[in-house]
């Protein structure tokens, strides 16, 4: 598969743009997954329903356009003081308090007061005129006229109303053309709009959260970003991990022509990893298929890495990124489990050509499926992924899909493996593989 159009024609994203945009979708989604656990947030989405209600709206409606001559306070008060400064009404009260009130009252309660009704009496009395006089006054009759009325009855029910701190505040509640600023309503509203104005909750209403379905829909299990200076600090071990113990550790392979150098050509700088191949002679410990372990000399020194003791992952998202440097020397990236086979290379490159594929036994023969991809520049750093399910094996570089196949998929789980070496048929050479990150994902669902 041949990417050089694709590249260059501006089919492939680069690989800075594709982590700053993920890099800038995964801020994005833990801002907004902060802000969904937020009480500014449960409080805003609560005065939401509050202040958006038709109740609500009415309510504030009413008390911004309801005239203070329209209530019954300012009803019952105008009643009241038209009562309170009625001269008649005024007079009656006076009349009541007074001492010849008083008198003539007690006096129609005795046998004499009948006595008002014969002139010859009163001719005889200057008091029995005196009463009579008074019983003819305008002061009298305005009392009998007001006396156990319903005026008088409501004048005194106006003005024990309106003396209540109730009325009070109700009346200089309904009187303010402000009233509106002193509910509680007006409050509620007020702290929605500073929520609303809220930076992180204008964010939080902005954002569809769409796009964060691919990352609810993976969970991180493994992360190296290379943040270690020895390989006893990391979470790497130099050499090979199989199921027979003789398999592990440190050696060679015959059929190579480099020797495994103990992770001695391997260092981290700036939190790149690097894996060196040198022209340097060297004779260690290597397998042969013949004859077993034997000392072997090689011109050359590489190094091969195992995560076996960092991550064993069976299916999900397998990524790094990493760029490749030398011609006449090979470079991979693979999975591989606890016997040689299967391996699915996540990529392997030889200088000229990028190989992405899978191994696997079968009960009668070895078989191996898989896509040479050129036309890239496999010394920049590329984005190159793996995912893995049940059904298939998925392959892309910097987002592209490069290879699918449901042939030889493993069943089983499955480890890192890093290696720089030279193939048997390669005429050699020295080169490096730069490694930034690696990221393991399980799929969510």
């Not at 009855?153 to 209540?164: D, F, G, I, P």
């Not at 943040?227 to 090979?240: E, L, R, V």
């Not at 570089?397 to 890093?418: H, K, Y």
Request: aromatic share 16%.
């Amino acid at each position: 598969m041949n990417l050089f159009w694709k590249n260059l024609l501006g089919g492939m994203m680069s690989t800075a743009k594709i982590e700053a945009k993920y890099n800038a979708l995964l801020a994005d989604y833990k801002r907004y997954k902060f802000i969904e656990q937020s009480k500014e947030l449960e409080e805003y989405q609560h005065l939401y329903e509050q202040v958006k209600s038709p109740e609500f709206r009415e309510n504030k409606k009413m008390l911004l356009s309801r005239k203070y001559k329209d209530t019954q306070e300012y009803r019952d008060l105008k009643k009241f003081r038209k009562l309170d400064n009625n001269f008649n009404i005024n007079h009656y009260y006076e009349t009541l308090e007074s001492a010849e009130l008083k008198d003539f009252l007690a006096f129609k309660k005795t046998p004499e007061y009948r006595l008002l009704g014969k002139k010859n009496e009163l001719k005889k009395s200057e008091e029995l005129r005196r009463y009579k006089k008074f019983e003819k006054s305008k002061r009298y009759k305005n009392y009998m006229r007001f006396h156990s009325s319903y005026i008088i009855s409501e004048y005194e029910r106006l003005k024990a109303k309106v003396s209540t701190k109730e009325f009070i505040d109700a009346n200089d509640f309904w009187a303010d053309r402000n009233r509106w600023e002193r509910t509680e309503d007006f409050h509620t509203e007020r702290r929605y709009l500073e929520l609303s104005a809220n930076i992180d909750i204008i964010f939080y209403k902005k954002t569809d959260p769409k796009p964060f379905e691919i990352l609810n829909k993976y969970t991180s299990t493994f992360t190296e970003n290379f943040d270690w200076n020895t390989m006893n600090a990391s979470k790497w071990n130099s050499g090979f991990f199989y199921k027979q113990k003789e398999l592990i550790g440190n050696y060679s392979l015959t059929s190579e022509k480099q020797g495994n150098n103990n992770g001695n050509n391997t260092f981290v700088s700036e939190g790149i990893l690097n894996v060196v191949v040198r022209k340097e002679p060297i004779e260690t410990r290597a397998w042969n298929a013949k004859l077993g372990f034997v000392n072997h000399h090689f011109d050359y020194t590489g190094d091969v890495l195992h995560g076996a003791n960092a991550i064993s992952q069976q299916y999900g998202v397998f990524r790094a990124k990493m760029r490749f440097k030398g011609r006449g020397i090979s470079h991979a990236f693979w999975l591989t489990g606890d016997s040689k086979l299967p391996i699915i290379n996540i990529c392997k490159c030889n200088g000229k050509t990028l190989e992405v594929g899978v191994y696997w036994k079968t009960k009668f023969e070895n078989q191996y499926t898989s896509r040479k991809i050129t036309g890239i520049n496999f010394g920049s750093f590329f984005i190159y992924s793996l995912v893995w399910t049940k059904r298939e094996l998925v392959w892309y570089i910097n987002n592209v899909e490069v290879f699918r196949t449901s042939n030889g998929v493993p069943s089983e789980p499955m480890f890192p493996m890093l290696s720089s070496y030279i193939t048997a048929k390669q005429k050699g050479g020295e080169g490096f593989m730069e490694v930034d990150w690696i990221k393991f994902y399980s799929n969510c669902d």
